[in-house]
């Protein structure tokens, strides 16, 4: 029976201590140049509407790794929902592929595709949700603190579809997440009742920064105007500016603190140089572990 990955919620908790293990054995493998093709012969169609750096390239590099091919499909190529309806493009792509990755705006369109595929669908990114992301920030913390839960996360910035993908995971795993935002500006209510009601995390809301940090063991930030919010990022740089991680915040953090950003990261903006280039950062250690993560979710879907 075919499975998808559109949140972090369509796995268990035992499913996701799982996907990590397999997650660092794929790693420790890359890392020793051993040979690992396990999706040998497979092809994944990744549709963009969005482009991405890391997105594009950790996915077509796990899929070369793992003995398969990743074929890209630019915005102008499949004119997903305009030129051909969302349903075809999936019962079409699905006829040639294995797999499809997609990384999109409206989260309906992933959830379309997951309908109407007969192949596992991931998503990429919406904008909703950005679940490979936080796996494999999660992962990355592991790696520097040795466990997967009980963190107390700072998110400091836009309540954006990376917040809401770490709001999921607390439904899974225990969190003390804090989320610092500027009114108005708050992660998506009914996934922040539901992360709520699983029982599992403390998930608090906040408007100071500084209440938000103290004595966080992960400091996360993102920019303040995500794609698409391009005619808002004048006014949200006013709006968002006390809410930068800079080296005046980090102190109310715990000593040990990790800082996470999934990047691209606006430099000066939500986060200084001095921060995201300093000893407590793990930034470029995410980035590399989205590759990771991604080849994880690959093998557990299409294997």
């Known amino acids: 029976?075919?499975?998808?990955?559109?949140?972090?919620?369509?796995?268990?908790?035992?499913?996701?201590?799982?996907?990590?293990?397999?997650c660092a054995e794929l790693k420790?493998?890359?890392?020793?140049?051993?040979?690992?093709?396990?999706l040998k012969g497979q092809t994944l169609a990744m549709l963009f509407q969005?482009?991405?750096?890391?997105?594009r390239v950790s996915f077509e590099v796990g899929m070369y790794q793992l003995g398969g091919h990743a074929?890209?499909?630019?915005?102008?190529?499949?004119?997903?929902?305009?030129?051909?309806?969302?349903?075809?493009?999936?019962?079409?792509?699905?006829?040639?592929?294995?797999?499809?990755?997609?990384?999109?705006?409206?989260?309906?369109i992933v959830e379309e595709l997951a309908e109407t595929a007969s192949v596992p669908?991931?998503?990429?990114?919406s904008d909703l949700t950005h679940p490979c992301q936080v796996l494999g920030d999660l992962f990355t913390a592991c790696e520097h603190?040795?466990?997967?839960?009980?963190?107390?996360?700072?998110?400091?910035?836009?309540?954006?579809?990376?917040?809401?993908?770490?709001m999921n995971l607390a439904?899974?795993?225990h969190l003390d997440l804090r989320i610092a935002c500027p009114p108005g500006y708050?992660?998506?209510?009914?996934?922040?009742?539901?992360?709520k009601a699983a029982k599992k995390s403390d998930i608090s809301i906040y408007h100071d920064p500084f209440a938000a940090i103290r004595d966080a063991d992960i400091v996360y930030t993102d920019v303040w105007a995500s794609m698409g919010q391009e005619d808002e990022a004048a006014a949200r740089k006013k709006i968002f500016a006390p809410y930068q991680v800079n080296k005046k915040l980090l102190t109310a953090a715990a000593n040990d603190c990790i800082v996470e950003h999934c990047l691209p990261a606006h430099r000066g903006d939500e986060i200084t140089d001095e921060v995201i280039d300093g000893a407590h950062s793990v930034v470029f250690d995410q980035a590399e572990n989205r590759l990771h993560i991604q080849k994880a979710i690959l093998v557990t879907l299409m294997r």
């Open 71 to 108: 074929l890209y499909l630019s915005p102008a190529e499949i004119g997903l929902g305009s030129r051909e309806s969302v349903a075809d493009v999936a019962r079409v792509l699905s006829r040639f592929n294995d797999g499809i990755m997609a990384r999109v705006f409206g989260h309906a």
């Open 186 to 195: 708050e992660p998506n209510m009914n996934l922040l009742e539901k992360a």
């Open 1 to 22: 029976m075919k499975r998808d990955f559109l949140q972090i919620t369509d796995f268990s908790r035992d499913e996701l201590f799982a996907l990590f293990a397999l």
């Open 171 to 173: 439904a899974l795993l």
């Open 145 to 166: 603190k040795g466990r997967y839960e009980n963190f107390k996360v700072a998110y400091i910035g836009d309540g954006n579809n990376v917040t809401n993908s770490w």
């Open 50 to 55: 969005k482009p991405s750096t890391r997105t």
């Open 121 to 125: 669908v991931i998503n990429g990114l």
């Open 28 to 38: 420790a493998k890359t890392k020793a140049r051993q040979q690992h093709h396990l």
